[in-house]
């Protein structure tokens, strides 16, 4: 079964389903995805998340960034906007949401400094309505890719499996990015490593070291309750 989920109109769609853990369980299939904004679904593909078993969706876009979506979305999908970026904060959005922010350097920085932002989201999907969650910011590479990144660490998937998940999201964007006219984000994203003496693979993987998903959950104001409504959500039965 493949992750990639072909959606008519969605772009960089993908099934978190299928993703093994460390201790040979995996990821459950339809319990979360990850994309782009989902604004240009057609009526044929909002059937098709629908059909899927989506059933509440999470905006971690701030206000006004969508494009006003082109086919009426399913009666009864649940819609959740839970901002991500911390914009209120003028001294790290002023370092780090300048020129960093879209690049894996701003992950870890963002992780320890704000886990009350990534805590409302995993709340948010722990105890969603049943059914899967779909997760999307507008692009579904960076805001997107730091949920995928704690869910998937929560769920004990190792960190070089986040890695190539995370990485798949550069050319799945590319048709996004041609029909609104803007140039791929890629090069620049590399250059910026490249300054810095890292590469995003390599970037991706330092973020991750020593990082605690359930401490780092904790601290964000989870509890044993929301943690085990989590591994419940998430977690496939043992084979």
Request: proline share 6%; glycine share 10%; with cysteine.
């Amino acid at each position: 079964m493949s992750r990639d989920l072909r959606w008519d109109g969605g772009y960089n769609v993908r099934d978190l389903g299928g993703l093994p853990t460390t201790d040979g369980r995996q990821v459950r299939w339809g319990a979360v995805v990850r994309s782009a904004s989902p604004s240009f679904l057609t009526e044929q593909g909002w059937a098709q998340l629908w059909a899927h078993g989506v059933r509440t969706t999470i905006d971690l876009t701030s206000g006004g960034e969508l494009l006003a979506e082109l086919a009426p979305r399913p009666a009864g999908l649940v819609n959740r906007q839970i901002p991500l970026d911390p914009v209120h904060d003028t001294e790290f959005w002023g370092y780090w949401g300048n020129g960093l922010h879209g690049t894996a350097l701003y992950v870890r920085p963002f992780l320890d400094r704000f886990p009350e932002h990534t805590a409302a989201v995993v709340k948010a999907i722990a105890h969603a309505e049943p059914g899967g969650v779909l997760v999307h910011c507008s692009a579904g590479r960076d805001r997107t890719g730091i949920i995928a990144l704690v869910l998937l660490a929560f769920a004990g998937v190792a960190a070089e499996e986040v890695v190539a998940d995370h990485d798949l999201s550069h050319a799945r964007l590319r048709p996004l990015l041609a029909r609104l006219g803007r140039p791929d984000h890629e090069p620049a994203i590399d250059e910026v490593l490249a300054r810095h003496g890292t590469t995003k693979r390599e970037a991706l993987h330092a973020a991750l070291d020593g990082f605690d998903p359930e401490a780092h959950l904790r601290a964000g104001g989870c509890t044993d309750a929301d943690l085990a409504a989590l591994r419940e959500r998430l977690l496939a039965p043992p084979a």
